[in-house]
């Protein structure tokens, strides 16, 4: 496989006869652009900025897709992945894996899997339990995307007579009134045009996120288990925007993982062509229809 300098990282280039992936080398693990072959890169490419992780120093994001493990909770959450990884290439695919997280036995690593020629990634988050105590904790993928598009958050459609169907998470932060969010009755729509910080949760049995962005759909999806616990009052899916990108995450379930154990959460990636960008639920609901998602 082809390894070449993206962003200034050492990247390995994933491709078929549809898309191209620069999943990193040199630190993360990342993947730090996705496009269709010859076209632009949907991921963020954010190479210089960085959180601080306190006593620690300070956390790059990079930009694109990582893996991180809930709740969040900023000693842990934001541990540095500044070193070289482990990667074994596969056919249409790649695996990698990072050191071990000292602070909590943890490690994490992706395998990541090009189907056939189509337009189409699935990828393995594993966290590996190495340490000498269970660990309790859920795989949480985030992808962060340029912005300047449109978010498409399904919610629940279960018809009841007298009881909800469908819970909300907001953050201290969050401005429900905030003109860019459309509180739909089967979607958000959320504009990815924000000058602060926003962010909801929320359970996902629709197992989908969308985001359109000049011309393409990106679509992740999850599985959802309606008989587990997930952190953040239940929010299986979340979305994260701020002014420098937008963040579509998925969560697995909350999970003991017990020394030599580990658990996995497996997403599916698709894109697709879609000129039009949609502009209330009634086009929400048509694109939804032509791609195929519910």
């Not at 924000?194 to 759909?217: C, D, E, H, I, Q």
Request: net charge negative; aromatic share 10%.
């Amino acid at each position: 496989m082809e390894i070449l300098k993206f962003l200034g990282q050492d990247c390995c280039s994933l491709e078929n006869g549809a898309l191209k992936l620069l999943v990193t080398q040199s630190v993360g693990p990342r993947i730090l652009s996705l496009s269709y072959l010859g076209g632009e890169n949907l991921l963020a490419e954010l190479p210089d900025f960085v959180v601080e992780c306190p006593g620690v120093g300070p956390f790059h994001f990079y930009g694109g897709h990582r893996l991180w493990h809930a709740p969040e909770e900023a000693n842990r959450t934001y541990l540095p992945d500044d070193s070289a990884l482990e990667s074994v290439a596969f056919e249409n695919g790649l695996h990698v894996t990072q050191d071990i997280e000292l602070q909590t036995g943890l490690q994490k690593s992706m395998e990541i899997r090009l189907i056939g020629e189509l337009p189409q990634v699935v990828i393995t988050h594993t966290l590996s339990n190495q340490g000498l105590w269970p660990v309790t904790c859920a795989p949480w993928a985030i992808t962060q995307l340029k912005t300047g598009g449109v978010a498409i958050l399904p919610q629940s459609v279960e018809e009841t007579t007298l009881l909800p169907n469908r819970t909300l998470t907001l953050w201290p932060y969050t401005n429900m009134s905030d003109e860019n969010v459309t509180w739909g009755t089967q979607y958000i729509k959320l504009e990815a045009k924000m000058t602060g910080p926003f962010k909801v949760g929320f359970s996902n049995p629709r197992g989908w996120l969308a985001y359109w962005l000049n011309g393409t759909v990106f679509v992740k999806r999850a599985k959802y288990e309606a008989q587990s616990a997930y952190y953040d009052f239940g929010s299986s899916s979340e979305c994260y925007c701020n002014d420098k990108f937008i963040e579509l995450e998925t969560l697995a379930p909350i999970s003991t993982i017990n020394p030599g154990d580990c658990v996995t959460h497996v997403e599916t990636w698709e894109l697709y062509g879609y000129a039009d960008c949609p502009h209330d639920e009634k086009e929400i609901q048509t694109m939804v229809e032509k791609l195929g998602l519910e």
